[in-house]
């Protein structure tokens, strides 16, 4: 097929912004749908060269994978080589271990399903694991797995009717990724192909537009490429994290991207434009770009406190501009040669790559993040969240029902935990307590789910089960005392890792549902509505005869306790920071002043206690990260178990 600069132009389009969002630049805070580009360029690419090759007769599938790893082999290979050692002198060893699954996902094209099964609150950040961005490669090449041969097989039934079965396909696509947002399956929704294969199918389907023969008049082509650059434009600035997505969101930047690829040629204004060497230069090493952006980040969120500002971050995009350069000169184009590199050796060489570094993670995997590395420590022994987390603790819009509730340890349950994650632990170690007195726990508690009992959340089923579970609570007479806390101040001012050792001051009204933002009063203060409704709450516990124990603000770490007690390098033995001055007390005081202020007008007494977890876990200027040789947290904010039952027996269960 013809070479088209704009289309490098578009990669450059696409990269840039993702590269940005994931380096915290507000401007860019809906970037990350550069790879929604990325998917719809590679789809029309890919089925352009087929469509070519066998409407010619010269179509091979054994040429096509060759070319697939020609593109994509050689550079990843570079990228995973210097990642791994990296890794392997930089990286905790709980978070080895993970890295080194996650290499052998890359290394079988399954990430995208790795990274789906292994989020949530027991992965590593996000944003600190090196290998994430590969979900999407893993993405495109199942993709290519099935795509070729589909088309092979069916090109007999004629160009119309495979049109047509790729539009149905498309919608069927678009569909479960509409639902899965709407249900709240959001990692199934964002890793997994079937919700995204609709932006793959829709670039194959513009391949079948013969833009040669396509008859339209300039001006109604420059229209409709600035309105497919402005949709991209509109989406990289006005969505955000809030933003269902996948979901029909998505065909914003998704059809911008369309538009501009069928009718922004060389001759318009948008092709000219996206034709200009500097944007044709980043594009083509776009590839490489995406590669080396991610570790670098990944490792630099690793070793800083707090976020590493912009500073940091425009060094590591220079140096991501830097080590591109040297992947596409000396890596890329080389390997691209079919003289330099027979298709014989290029699949001898992938055979090896792919050998060896499943080889390497499956030995980090099996000999546990090589835990001699680092001089072990007994804190990394009680790093250790309840082991009826995973059981017990719900989420989404198929949550857990009351009634069907985990339940534990004694027989006589006359207790209730009510409340977010931050309950989990506690709850447990108060079960263990109990069941001394042959007395047991009701354990309700959602994830990320604030008091929503007057208001409603974009949370799928937290507001429903708010609800349900009071009402339960309130009719269980067998229930007597209730055990409620949330992680108050990180959903009326965000989370706290990325400004620390600033205060974060997000505003919660994005958490809000739409329906229920248009139904109060415009200048309505979220934060008061969220107290008024935790008040009712515990108003309506205390009106049906519960004692309530109320649990006040847990301290948080300023990084995950694994990175707090790791030495900066393999070669070091000193942790990040003092762990028994983790968090002064004057940053817990200003954090959660707005909630704290509020509980403590409370009336407490026989009915209602309060649990002061900085009274009891705190010194006067410090919060530490471990005490008496045990770590009191599994991550940044959540208690460990050890954690917990220090809090419990010296709260509750004091005797």
């Not at 707090?306 to 995009?317: K, Q, T």
């Amino acid at each position: 097929m013809q070479y088209r600069k704009e289309i490098d132009g578009l990669r450059a389009l696409a990269v840039l912004p993702v590269i940005l969002f994931h380096g915290g630049f507000s401007w860019f805070q809906g970037g990350y749908i550069g790879v929604d580009i990325f998917f719809v360029i590679s789809g029309y690419l890919i089925t352009s060269i087929i469509i070519d090759e066998i409407s010619s007769g010269q179509f091979s599938i054994i040429n096509f994978y060759e070319r697939r790893a020609r593109r994509i082999l050689p550079a990843l290979s570079i990228v995973l080589l210097f990642t791994t050692i990296a890794a392997f002198i930089l990286m905790p060893v709980e978070l080895l271990k993970d890295y080194s699954q996650s290499l052998v996902s890359v290394a079988t094209f399954s990430s995208n399903i790795f990274f789906y099964l292994s989020s949530g609150y027991f992965s590593t950040a996000s944003d600190e694991k090196p290998l994430l961005h590969t979900w999407s490669l893993a993405v495109e090449e199942q993709y290519y797995i099935f795509f070729p041969i589909m088309m092979t097989t069916l090109w007999y039934i004629g160009r119309k009717r495979l049109i047509s079965l790729l539009v149905v396909l498309s919608v069927m696509s678009l569909i479960c990724s509409q639902y899965l947002s709407k249900i709240g399956a959001v990692d199934a929704n964002f890793y997994l192909i079937f919700s995204r294969a609709w932006e793959l199918f829709l670039g194959s389907l513009i391949a079948f537009v013969n833009l040669n023969t396509l008859i339209i008049e300039k001006w109604k082509r420059e229209f409709i490429g600035i309105f497919g650059l402005i949709l991209i434009v509109f989406s990289i600035v006005f969505f955000h994290e809030h933003t269902p997505f996948p979901s029909f969101y998505t065909l914003i930047p998704v059809l911008g991207t369309c538009a501009i690829i069928v009718f922004s040629d060389g001759k318009t204004y948008v092709g000219q434009f996206l034709s200009n060497r500097l944007f044709v230069a980043v594009g083509l090493i776009s590839y490489s770009m995406y590669l080396w952006h991610q570790p670098l980040f990944a490792f630099l969120r690793l070793k800083t406190i707090g976020d590493p500002g912009p500073v940091l971050f425009m060094g590591a995009i220079a140096l991501t501009f830097v080590l591109s350069i040297m992947s596409f000169r000396y890596i890329e184009k080389p390997f691209r040669n079919k003289v330099t590199f027979s298709g014989s050796s290029i699949f001898k060489y992938s055979a090896a790559s792919i050998a060896l570094f499943i080889s390497v993670g499956l030995s980090g995997h099996l000999f546990k993040g090589f835990e001699n590395r680092f001089e072990r420590t007994t804190y990394a022994d009680t790093i250790k969240y309840s082991p009826k987390r995973k059981a017990c603790h719900t989420s989404g819009s198929e949550y857990l029902k009351p009634d069907s509730a985990c339940r534990y340890f004694g027989d006589n349950i006359n207790w209730a935990s009510f409340g977010d994650s931050h309950v989990v632990e506690p709850s447990f170690a108060l079960a263990q307590m109990l069941e001394q007195d042959s007395s047991g726990l009701l354990h309700l508690s959602f994830s990320g789910c604030p008091p929503a009992l007057l208001f409603d959340v974009k949370n799928p089923g937290c507001s429903n089960w708010v609800k349900e579970s009071l009402k339960y609570l309130e009719n269980d007479e067998s229930i007597e005392n209730v055990l409620l806390g949330f992680r108050y101040s990180a959903f009326l001012y965000g989370d706290h890792k990325s400004t620390y050792p600033n205060l974060p001051n997000q505003d919660p009204v994005n958490k809000f549902t739409e329906l229920y933002q248009n139904s109060i009063s415009k200048d309505s203060n979220y934060r008061e509505i969220y107290w008024l409704s935790l008040n009712d709450i515990i108003t309506r516990l205390l009106n049906s005869g519960k004692t309530v124990y109320l649990l006040y603000p847990i301290p948080e770490l300023p990084v995950h306790i694994r990175k707090a007690i790791t030495p900066l390098t393999a070669f070091g033995d000193k942790p990040m920071f003092d762990l028994e001055k983790s968090t002064t007390s004057d940053y817990y005081f200003n954090r959660n002043d707005f909630i704290i202020s509020k509980l403590d007008t409370l009336k407490y007494g026989h009915n209602l206690v309060a649990i002061k977890p900085f009274e009891i876990l705190c010194g006067s200027q410090y919060c530490p990260a471990v005490a008496d040789g045990k770590a009191l947290y599994f991550d940044d904010d959540h208690l460990s178990v050890a954690g917990a039952s220090k809090l419990i027996s010296e709260s509750i269960y004091k005797k």
